[in-house]
Nanobody, 117 residues
Framework: QVQLVESGGGLVQAGGSLRLSCAASGIILRFNVMAWYRQAPGKQRELVAAITGGGSTNYVDSVKGRFTISRDNTKNMMYLQMNSLKPEDTAVYYC???????????WGQGTQVTVSS
């Protein structure tokens, strides 16, 4: 059974940084195209960043230059380094497969990121 557990969220002032972590069990992350998503109150979930098995990355325009997605194959973990955070980055962040590549695994609880102005 696949389990994805997100952590690392919190409350931060605008301009600050956070590093989110995604711990995976039941799958090997490097064999999947993985992604970070976020869902703000009243909005649809959106893809923020994705990483392929080969390490290629892509980002939604609103986070380019500020967020970095990465993966540690030895730990089977995925990360999202978020710098220069803005209030509009406030959302619950989730990790899962890239839905453009395959259907998602069961969604985890996510981790709340709140950026104050």
């Amino acid at each position: 059974q696949v389990q994805l557990v997100e952590s690392g969220g919190g409350l931060v002032q605008a301009g600050g940084s956070l590093r989110l972590s995604c711990a995976a069990s039941g799958i090997i992350l490097r064999f999947n195209v993985m992604a970070w998503y976020r869902q703000a109150p009243g909005k649809q979930r959106e893809l923020v960043a994705a990483i392929t098995g080969g390490g290629s990355t892509n980002y939604v325009d609103s986070v380019k230059g500020r967020f970095t997605i990465s993966r540690d194959n030895t730990k089977n973990m995925m990360y999202l380094q978020m710098n220069s955070l803005k209030p509009e980055d406030t959302a619950v962040y989730y990790c899962n497969t890239d839905l453009r590549d395959r259907a998602p695994y069961t969604w985890g609880q996510g981790t709340q990121v709140t950026v104050s102005s």
